[in-house]
């Protein structure tokens, strides 16, 4: 399901604080790398011929994948291409990405889809898997090719940007989607309620005079669609939860023996909507960052494993459109290179979630959700790992960054821990 | 209440450093004294024949304005003048924006020429904010979407003080769209800065929850001082938004008519008026209303924006004062 180049690096990273926390490794350790595949790990390893990265003190896990960025390729080359969204995800440590379709055009014909899979095995600095829309032109009416997109490699679909309004047009497609094994991933927002809404509905945005985008706005779609899963007996993927209400539908879903899954974002797990205040419309969002309360749910939800992956919902946005007054940019905000770092910062430091927990909800999380191979260090894995320098500190700046835009939540914030080092598909494919 | 005791050592703006009015959240409730102290000063140098003062000789201010405004622009443009400072009033219409400048190159370009104080009324909110960040000159908020109209709510405060000689304590009703109106917003935390209290009242969808107390019965405004009410915008009876099922119901349940109000009651309105509507002309017209007196107010309220933005010193204006 995956696009791009696989390689064949010769390495050893010597002397590692290894942690695999789903094969149950942390200790400090060598790891062997023989044609991009993990061929030894252990104490004193010999090198061979291999090059040597010394990585004493800083610490070595499977590397990331994020099942939710916008590449905005085709249509909007000029806020990020397919090897810039590449590169930026391997400078966050990620060793795949799932892209989303509501680009210009829509990725709604396998025509289209196989043209965006060659690319990427062209450009792609790590492997790109493109999700595929589920109605044509995401217009929320007539269901896509399915099947054939599934054939054509798509992993997995979702209408992301225009839920689709349509109970009956969400239940066909539920039913059908039988027939590909891939994944529904749904954006749950019912529009009649948000439309008008720049920010979370709540007494920030009362004071500020924006219009509110309420929690049921997306509770009440979330509800909706773990009933029709539920109804169909067929799996969902929740995109970017951001509300209580919609954890408390998950968790009852589970209980009925739903198969339903969730993602949550870096912005929505370390922010409240207090953060609008400053009307920088960098902290603008779909869905909005909500209260506190909200927050709480969401790090217990990641936590207890009812969330099962953390996704950016990496959105890149030029400076005309986000460099504007609040009310008038568009939803959004970058992610891939500062994913990481954030949650180290803002989450794992504090002692609020524990490192081997955001290390799974990273990695072994998402894949499982789209059945991709889980990144893991065992002998005999492909190499799909990231060497992180939890010592590091750094300034989130525009220059730094390796996506073509900078509309990120974390300009100007210091932050703790730093990808050193990226290895996707057995070749290095970013280093500091 | 006479006009110097209040200019005290504490009521001294910050100094040197470069201020901006952009929403009455930034204000302290010293700031506020201060400038209402200022205005009143202003108000006797308003009743001589000459009057100008010169104070900011020399100085520029640029009025920029998004939408259409009369008091406001007006006020701003008289204020600039009465206080000697060239001042240049650009509307949206028959300007670059018609071009479609983005509002980022219209305030870098108006920067150019070394404003001290940009003045801006723009539909969306933030914009304020944002011009603050683009430009070295002060910025004052003349109205950004449904945020804030700081100097709308200090006019207010100013009005009602030399009505009831006094702030803290009273009551004020705020009736009708609250959600819509960036009046309401600045005004309600204006009324809490100075220790009154603001009720909203009007259709359950139009109120916004946790500002202020709210209650959708109209009787309720018996219990206020002040009944301030906010104009109904037409085009939130657009079909389809159904925040009120027609304006005819709008006004038979909240329109403030003499028989809703009570002896002793004063009644405000922002302007402009839907007379019939939101408002019954006996009640726009007769001795309870302070609308003209809200005009009046606008003009030395904003001079003393202006004043204070551009003062770090005293804010006694001896020589204009005239101590009864």
């Given at each position: 399901m995956l696009a791009g180049r696989t390689g064949t690096d010769n390495i050893v990273v010597r002397g590692a604080r290894v942690l695999d926390p789903v094969e149950g490794i942390d200790a400090t350790l060598d790891v062997r790398i023989d044609n991009g595949v993990i061929a030894q790990i252990g104490e004193n390893l010999d090198t061979n011929e291999h090059r040597v990265i010394d990585a004493a003190g800083l610490t070595l896990a499977p590397a990331f994948i994020d099942p939710h960025v916008h590449?905005?390729?085709?249509?909007?080359?000029?806020?990020?291409?397919?090897?810039?969204?590449?590169?930026?995800?391997?400078?966050?440590?990620?060793?795949?990405?799932?892209?989303?379709?509501?680009?210009?055009?829509?990725?709604?014909?396998?025509?289209?889809?196989?043209?965006?899979?060659?690319?990427?095995?062209?450009?792609?600095?790590?492997?790109?898997?493109?999700?595929?829309?589920?109605?044509?032109?995401?217009?929320?009416?007539?269901?896509?090719?399915?099947?054939?997109?599934?054939?054509?490699?798509?992993?997995?679909?979702?209408?992301?940007?225009?839920?689709?309004?349509?109970?009956?047009?969400?239940?066909?497609?539920?039913?059908?989607?039988?027939?590909?094994?891939?994944?529904?991933?749904?954006?749950?927002?019912?529009?009649?309620?948000?439309?008008?809404?720049?920010?979370?509905?709540?007494?920030?945005?009362?004071?500020?005079?924006?219009?509110?985008?309420?929690?049921?706005?997306?509770?009440?779609?979330?509800?909706?669609?773990?009933?029709?899963?539920?109804?169909?007996?067929?799996?969902?993927?929740?995109?970017?939860?951001?509300?209580?209400?919609?954890?408390?539908?998950?968790?009852?879903?589970?209980?009925?023996?739903?198969?339903?899954?969730?993602?949550?974002?870096?912005?929505?797990?370390?922010?409240?909507?207090?953060?609008?205040?400053?009307?920088?419309?960098?902290?603008?969002?779909?869905?909005?960052?909500?209260?506190?309360?909200?927050?709480?749910?969401?790090?217990?939800?990641?936590?207890?494993?009812?969330?099962?992956?953390?996704?950016?919902?990496?959105?890149?946005?030029?400076?005309?459109?986000?460099?504007?007054?609040?009310?008038?940019?568009?939803?959004?905000?970058?992610?891939?290179?500062?994913?990481?770092?954030?949650?180290?910062?803002?989450?794992?430091?504090?002692?609020?979630?524990?490192?081997?927990?955001?290390?799974?909800?990273?990695?072994a999380g998402p894949a499982a959700i789209f059945g991709l191979d889980r990144p893991r260090i065992v002998v005999g894995a492909q190499a799909n790992l990231t060497l992180i320098d939890t010592a590091a500190s750094w300034r989130v700046k525009v220059e730094r960054f390796h996506s073509r835009s900078q509309n990120s939540w974390l300009l100007g914030k210091r932050l703790h821990s730093r990808v050193r080092l990226t290895i996707a598909a057995g070749r290095v494919v970013h280093e500091l | 209440m006479t006009d110097l005791r209040v200019v005290g050592g504490d009521l001294l703006p910050p100094a040197n450093e470069k201020r901006n009015l952009l929403s009455i959240a930034d204000l302290t409730q010293g700031d506020v004294e201060r400038l209402l102290a200022t205005a009143r000063s202003f108000a006797h140098s308003q009743e001589r024949d000459n009057k100008k003062l010169p104070t900011l000789r020399g100085r520029l201010i640029l009025n920029v304005f998004y939408e259409s405004s009369t008091r406001t622009s007006s006020s701003f443009e008289l204020a600039a003048k009465r206080l000697s400072a060239d001042t240049m009033t650009l509307k949206a219409v028959g300007s670059s924006v018609d071009k479609g400048e983005s509002l980022k190159d219209t305030a870098l370009t108006l920067s150019a020429y070394d404003p001290d104080v940009i003045v801006i009324r723009h539909p969306e909110v933030g914009a304020a904010d944002y011009v603050a960040?683009?430009?070295?000159?002060?910025?004052?908020?003349?109205?950004?979407?449904?945020?804030?109209?700081?100097?709308?709510?200090?006019?207010?405060?100013?009005?009602?003080?030399?009505?009831?000689?006094?702030?803290?304590?009273?009551?004020?009703?705020?009736?009708?769209?609250?959600?819509?109106?960036?009046?309401?917003?600045?005004?309600?935390?204006?009324?809490?800065?100075?220790?009154?209290?603001?009720?909203?009242?009007?259709?359950?969808?139009?109120?916004?929850?946790?500002?202020?107390?709210?209650?959708?019965?109209?009787?309720?405004?018996?219990?206020?001082?002040?009944?301030?009410?906010?104009?109904?915008?037409?085009?939130?009876?657009?079909?389809?938004?159904?925040?009120?099922?027609?304006?005819?119901?709008?006004?038979?349940q909240w329109g403030i008519t003499p028989e809703r109000m009570r002896e002793g009651q004063r009644v405000m309105h922002p302007g402009p008026m839907n007379r019939g509507v939101e408002i019954d002309a006996r009640v726009a017209d007769s001795d309870a209303a302070l609308i003209v007196d809200q005009v009046r107010s606008g003009l030395i309220v904003r001079m003393a924006v202006l004043y204070d933005l551009l003062t770090t010193g005293p804010v006694a204006v001896e020589t204009t004062v005239e101590v009864a």
């Open positions: 590449l905005r390729t085709p249509g909007r080359e000029d806020e990020e291409t397919i090897a810039s969204g590449t590169a930026a995800a391997a400078a966050g440590g990620y060793c795949a990405i799932l892209a989303i379709p509501n680009t210009d055009p829509v990725i709604d014909d396998a025509d289209v889809l196989r043209g965006l899979r060659a690319r990427a095995d062209e450009e792609a600095r790590i492997p790109v898997g493109f999700l595929a829309a589920i109605t044509k032109g995401q217009d929320g009416s007539e269901l896509t090719e399915m099947a054939a997109l599934a054939d054509a490699g798509a992993a997995g679909f979702t209408d992301d940007g225009r839920p689709v309004a349509s109970a009956g047009v969400m239940r066909r497609a539920l039913q059908y989607n039988a027939v590909t094994g891939r994944m529904i991933a749904v954006h749950c927002e019912e529009a009649s309620l948000t439309c008008g809404g720049h920010a979370h509905a709540g007494t920030v945005a009362a004071e500020l005079g924006l219009g509110g985008w309420p929690s049921l706005g997306e509770s009440l779609m979330v509800a909706r669609d773990l009933d029709l899963a539920g109804e169909t007996a067929q799996a969902v993927h929740l995109m970017h939860l951001s509300a209580r209400e919609s954890v408390d539908h998950l968790r009852r879903a589970h209980e009925a023996g739903t198969r339903a899954t969730a993602e949550a974002t870096p912005h929505h797990l370390c922010l409240t909507d207090e953060a609008i205040r400053t009307l920088d419309a960098n902290m603008k969002m779909n869905p909005p960052l909500r209260c506190e309360d909200d927050r709480a749910a969401l790090i217990d939800a990641l936590r207890d494993g009812t969330i099962a992956a953390i996704a950016t919902d990496h959105a890149p946005h030029s400076p005309e459109e986000k460099d504007v007054p609040f009310e008038a940019a568009p939803f959004g905000v970058t992610g891939l290179e500062t994913s990481f770092a954030s949650l180290y910062t803002y989450l794992i430091e504090p002692g609020v979630l524990r490192l081997e927990t955001v290390l799974e909800r990273m990695s | 960040r683009l430009t070295d000159a002060r910025v004052v908020n003349a109205g950004d979407g449904k945020h804030q109209h700081p100097t709308q709510a200090l006019l207010d405060l100013y009005t009602i003080r030399e009505a009831f000689g006094r702030l803290d304590g009273l009551q004020v009703a705020i009736v009708g769209d609250a959600m819509h109106s960036r009046v309401a917003r600045s005004l309600v935390q204006a009324l809490r800065l100075v220790g009154a209290d603001a009720i909203l009242v009007g259709p359950p969808a139009l109120l916004p929850e946790g500002l202020a107390p709210t209650s959708h019965d109209i009787s309720t405004i018996a219990d206020a001082d002040v009944v301030y009410v906010l104009r109904m915008q037409r085009e939130r009876m657009l079909e389809g938004a159904n925040f009120v099922p027609s304006l005819r119901e709008y006004t038979a």
